[in-house]
């Protein structure tokens, strides 16, 4: 079993940075993609950002291109959201997601089914 813990959450103001960090525990195997998933209120989940296990192939919605970075540690269950310039509709609860089952070892994951472990979320408020 793993689990996750997203921490960097805050209230910042439109046009300010946050940098959102995830840490697993439990378990150790050599690679693992990882995605950053957010949920607003009234709103669905979906996903932001995802980096491949192999390779570190990523994957944007466009609303965040240009503006959020994710990364990893190496083999590690660890991973990073950079977001920059950030607007009120970035405002939502922020989920980190990994899998050790990745279909694809050398593609993001992109799917939210298609992870097994899940954090219980940062909150991150953007205010005007």
């Known amino acids: 079993q793993v689990q996750l813990v997203e921490s960097g959450g805050g209230v910042v103001q439109t046009g300010d940075s946050l940098k959102l960090s995830c840490a697993g525990s439990g378990r150790t195997v050599r690679h693992y993609a990882m995605g950053w998933f957010r949920q607003a209120p009234g709103l669905g989940r979906e996903l932001v950002a995802a980096?491949?296990?192999?390779?570190?192939?990523?994957f944007y919605i466009d609303s965040v291109k240009g503006r959020f970075t994710i990364s990893r540690d190496g083999p590690y269950i660890m991973s990073t959201l950079q977001m920059e310039n950030l607007k009120p509709e970035d405002t939502a609860v922020y989920y980190c997601a990994a899998t050790a089952r990745p279909r694809d070892y050398t593609s993001p994951i992109t799917d939210g089914n298609d992870y097994d472990w899940w954090g219980r979320g940062t909150q991150v408020t953007v205010t005007v």
């Open positions: 980096i491949s296990a192999i390779g570190g192939s990523t």
